[in-house]
């Protein structure tokens, strides 16, 4: 069974640059797995932000890119700001017809 | 404009049946792939279902699958979950997502609450 690796927590100061991860526990991921990613604040529903694992959904500002990093999908956030302060999520395409998304991390800005 | 909302949540029963609805506006439902994702409270999202906007054909979470069922009425340019032998594991809010090319989820709707409880 897949199962999809995001780190629980990270903190970035204003400014800085995070990188967030997406692994999976059974094999590298790849550009095949489409890796795509998502932001969510409490009580909304999730926005999309990168799919394809590198292009960036419409009205998605620059600070926001992807990447494959190694073994692992990558979201980094160049420049944080304050309402950067999210939930995100990353999810891949396993194998035909199945979608696995990452447990998400919480990230803070302070 | 796309915009999708979902309706049909509420208090059930273990063992008992609901059927959730996404109705869809700014786009024809046939034309795409459509999902269900849910999220249980204060937990991350979950993939359940999908329907492929050729064949139909669907496809399930192994959570979910023999109990849900996955179906549009094109007509009503609606999306459904019929969903049976509900759990309390099955509590979340369910979204759905409209699917694109490249395996991901480009629209959500805001969600309905189910809660699966005696």
Known sequence: QSVVTQEPSFSVSPGGTVTLTCGLTSASVTSSHSPSWYQQTPGQAPRTLIYGTNIRSSGVPDRFSGSILGNKAALTITGAQADDESDYYCVLYVKSGLWVFGGGTKLTVL | ?118
Request: proline share 3%.
């Open chain 2, 1 to 118: 404009q796309v915009h999708l909302v979902e309706s049909g949540g509420g208090v059930v029963q273990p063992g008992k049946s609901l059927r959730l609805s996404c109705v869809a506006s700014g786009f024809a439902l046939s034309d795409y792939s459509m999902h269900w994702v849910r999220q249980a409270p204060g937990k991350g999202l979950e993939w359940v279902a999908l329907i492929s906007y050729d064949r139909d054909n669907s496809y399930f979470a192994d959570s979910v699958k023999g109990r849900f069922i996955i179906f549009r009425d094109s007509s009503e340019n609606t999306l459904y979950l019929q969903m049976n032998s509900l759990t309390p594991a099955d509590t979340a809010v369910y979204h759905c997502a409209r699917g694109r090319p490249f395996n991901y989820f480009d629209s959500w709707g805001q969600g309905t609450l189910v809660t699966v409880s005696s």
